[in-house]
C-alpha cells in the first residue's frame, strides 16, 4: 500500500472514530481531498485508493490537473478566493465552489454555468472569526446573501463554510464550528452542508455538525508553496 493510501486509510478511520464519538455515523462526514500544490500524480494515487472529491484553490493549477486527469471520474472542488475574471473557468470545470462570499460572483458563476451541467453546487465562505486576512462574508450579512442566491439559477445553495481561527484546544476548536452550525441554522433555507474543519481539527469539527472536511496535509503530506 501506497504512503498517501495508508494516509488516507488513518484518515477515515478518524473520521469515523470522531463520528461515533459524536453518536453520529462516518456516512454523514465526506472526506475532500486539498490537493492544491500536490502534482497530478498524487491525486491519481489518491484516486486508485478510492477517494473521489478533490479540492483546489488556484484556478491555472487545477485546469492543469483536470485535464491529465481527464479519465478519471474525479468531483472537483473549487475552494480558493474567487475573481471576477475566473468565474467562467469555475464554472465550466468544477462540480462544487465553497468559497462564494459576494452577490456578484454567485451571479457571474450562475450566468456561465453550461446548461447541459447540473447545477453548480454552492457554500458560502463565512469570516467566522472576524480576520482580515481571511475572505468571507460578515456572520451578519450571511442571511441576506443566502436568500439571494438561493433565487439564482443553475446554483444550488447547499450551505456554509468557514476556517475559522486557528485553536490549539479542542473546546476552542468546537467552538468555532459550533458558531457556524447556529448560523446555518438560523437561516431559513433547507442548507444540509457544513464544510468546516481541516487536517488539525476535522475531529472538533465532525462533533459539531461539520458534513465535509477538508483534508490535504494529512493525506499528501506537508505542502511546499512555490508561489510568490
Known amino acids: 500500500m501506497t504512503t ?13 472514530a470522531a463520528a461515533d464519538s459524536a453518536g453520529r455515523t462516518a456516512g454523514e462526514v465526506e472526506l475532500l481531498a486539498v490537493s492544491k500544490t500536490f502534482p497530478a500524480a498524487a491525486l491519481r494515487e489518491a484516486y486508485l485508493a478510492g477517494q473521489r472529491c478533490f479540492a483546489e484553490s488556484y484556478l491555472q493549477e487545477a485546469l492543469g490537473k483536470i485535464a491529465d486527469l481527464h479519465d478519471l471520474a474525479v468531483e472537483w472542488h473549487f475552494i480558493g478566493p474567487i475573481q471576477s475574471n475566473k468565474t467562467r473557468a469555475i464554472a465550466e470545470n468544477f ?3 465553497h468559497s462564494v462570499d459576494r452577490l456578484k460572483i454567485a451571479e457571474r458563476l450562475s450566468a456561465q454555468r453550461p446548461e447541459h451541467l447540473p447545477p453548480l453546487q454552492l457554500c458560502l465562505q463565512v469570516n467566522i472569526s472576524g480576520e482580515a ?6 456572520p451578519g450579512e450571511v442571511g441576506a446573501l ?11 445553495l447547499r450551505g456554509l463554510m468557514a476556517i475559522p481561527a486557528p485553536a490549539d484546544e479542542v473546546a476552542e476548536q468546537r467552538a468555532g464550528f459550533a458558531q457556524l452550525r447556529e ?3 438560523q437561516i431559513s433555507l433547507p442548507l444540509d452542508t457544513l464544510s468546516m474543519g481541516m487536517s488539525h481539527d476535522f475531529a472538533a469539527a465532525i462533533a459539531e455538525g461539520a458534513t465535509i472536511v477538508r483534508i490535504g496535509s494529512a493525506i499528501f503530506g506537508s505542502r511546499v508553496y512555490m508561489r510568490g
Not at 498517501?4 to 469515523?16: G, H, S, Y
Not at 443566502?146 to 439559477?153: D, G, H, T
Open 4 to 16: 498517501i493510501a495508508c494516509n488516507l486509510q488513518a484518515v477515515r478511520a478518524a473520521m469515523a
Open 95 to 97: 462540480a462544487w465552489v
Open 146 to 156: 443566502a436568500e439571494a442566491v438561493a433565487r439564482l439559477p443553475n446554483l444550488q
Open 183 to 185: 448560523l446555518r441554522d
Open 133 to 138: 486576512s481571511k475572505g468571507g462574508v460578515p
